[in-house]
């Protein structure tokens, strides 16, 4: 059974920073490209950003390059999203998400699993 729980969300100032965590269960880690991508009220699932099943490559959308660092730890299963600089307009419910030896993906139904969301919620 494929679980990806996300972890590290909260509520967090302007400026500030936060670290989101994916811990993947069930999956051969090493073969699975991994990518973040946000949701907020109203709006469409959105891209954030990606890393590589190789780990070499990562990927980021255009708001976020830059403030954003994805990273994994292939011994820990765990992939990770280091938010910095955090604006209002990255409130948002960020969900983590897999996809077999995936290149490059960026839209949400290039991703075969989904994680349930952790809430990041920046106030002005």
């Known amino acids: 059974q494929v679980q990806l729980e996300e972890s590290g969300g909260g509520l967090v100032q302007a400026g500030g920073s936060l670290r989101l965590s994916c811990a993947a269960s069930g999956i051969g880690f090493r073969r699975y490209t991994m990518g973040w991508f946000r949701q907020a009220p109203g709006k469409e699932r959105e891209f954030v950003a990606a890393i590589a099943w190789s780990g070499g490559n990562t990927y980021y959308a255009e708001p976020v390059k830059g403030r954003f660092t994805i990273s994994r730890d292939n011994a820990k299963n765990t992939v990770y999203l280091q938010m910095n600089s955090l604006k209002p307009e990255d409130t948002a419910v960020y969900y983590c998400?897999?996809?077999?030896?995936?290149?490059?993906?960026?839209?949400?139904?290039?991703?075969?699993?989904w994680g349930q969301g952790t809430q990041v919620t920046v106030s002005s």
């Open positions: 998400a897999a996809v077999r030896y995936g290149s490059r993906p960026s839209t949400p139904n290039e991703y075969d699993y």
